[in-house]
């Protein structure tokens, strides 16, 4: 999972969202998406699971080391 933040503001930016908006979606603090983002924070199951609906992925693509996203 180490490339999790890497994937999350990918998909962040392709959405057009800002990390505030996707903060607000997730209901999280801004900063604790920026932390995801910077991989300072690994997300709960939970969270994962949330990213994954917001941005139909699956978690999978998620967690996998590999930086493809289709």
């Given at each position: ?27 999280v ?42």
């Amino acid at each position: 999972m180490q490339r999790f933040g890497e994937k999350l503001a990918l998909l962040r930016k392709s959405h057009g969202l800002t990390v505030r908006q996707l903060g607000k979606m997730l209901d999280v603090d801004h900063t604790y998406v920026s932390q995801l983002e910077k991989g300072k924070t690994k997300p709960s199951v939970a969270m994962i699971l949330k990213i994954s609906e917001i941005f139909e992925v699956s978690t999978d693509v998620l967690m996998k080391d590999v930086l493809n996203l289709d």
